[in-house]
């Protein structure tokens, strides 16, 4: 028995432009999905998201956000700052950060602290990469990524945010988890939170994330503690994020 209802989030990454975005949003609003949706478009279009979404209780969230607080730091983005302009979310220790913009564990972990002290939802990546899942080390490398936030965030203070389990190996590669081998995962994660705080454990939205489409989002989602997606390249068609959101509400 799980109270936990199924979330599904949208990652634009660096894609988009005003006027497609205004095609995608339309087409959103048209459908209105019957599960939790959180969109994540590019910094420079949250302002144009939040605005067209205002009113149908689907969240917004960024990409990243600054470890640090307000200040002389030129080019990056305060938490504070989000939830000034409506943003209620916020991704952070997604993998292409963690390997194209040097994100260690421990850098992580501060951006979800910061997320969590200025009011922010976060929705913490963590996955293994292909050579680690190879050398037997999945679960060994995940927990390490997740106790390095634990460190600074107890589990309870990461909800009402998510963990999202990204295996690198398979975003954007077409290559999915197989649902067995993603609930293995997510099990081990819940364990891991369930040693520290069981009630926050249970409460947690779990999400996947790795090549997700309206093909098998469906087989994904019914697994007992997937509780819903982290969508990269089908977010970008509206009719597939759409239909992915339809599996999670089933
Ligand atoms: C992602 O960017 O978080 C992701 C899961 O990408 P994709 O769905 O394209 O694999």
């Known amino acids: 028995m799980t109270a936990r209802s199924k979330l599904v989030a949208a990652n634009w990454k660096m894609n988009g ?7 995608w949003l339309q087409q959103f609003r048209a459908q209105a ?11 420079v279009y949250l302002s144009q998201v939040v ?9 917004i969230g960024a990409q990243n956000v600054s470890e640090r607080p307000a200040g002389a730091w030129t080019g990056e983005v305060a938490a504070e700052m989000l939830v000034d302009c409506a943003v209620g979310w916020v991704i952070v220790g997604h993998s292409e950060r963690r390997a194209f913009y040097n994100e260690s564990n421990e850098v992580v972990a501060r951006k979800a602290a910061r997320a969590i002290e200025a009011g922010l939802r976060p929705i913490v990546c963590v996955g293994e990469t292909l050579q680690e899942r190879e050398q037997g080390r999945t679960q060994q490398v995940v927990a390490a990524q ?10 309870g203070q990461l909800l009402p945010g998510a963990i999202a389990y990204e295996p690198v190996w398979a975003i954007g590669t ?13 099990r081990a994660i819940r364990g891991q939170l369930a040693a520290r705080d069981a009630e926050a454990a249970a409460a947690m939205r779990l999400l996947y994330g790795g090549s997700v ?10 697994q007992t503690d997937i509780d819903g997606g982290l969508i990269g390249g089908a977010s970008l068609v509206a009719a597939d994020f759409l239909a992915i959101c339809a599996a999670a509400a089933h």
């Open 51 to 59: 605005q067209a979404l205002a009113g149908t209780g689907c969240g």
């Open 17 to 23: 432009n005003r006027a497609d975005n205004e095609r």
């Open 174 to 186: 077409g290559r999915t988890a197989s649902p067995e081998q993603a609930q293995e995962v997510h």
């Open 146 to 155: 997740l106790e390095a936030v634990l460190q600074l965030c107890p589990a």
């Open 213 to 222: 489409k309206p093909a098998n989002a469906a087989e994904l989602f019914s």
């Open 33 to 43: 999905p019957s599960c939790a949706v959180v969109v994540c478009p590019p910094y």
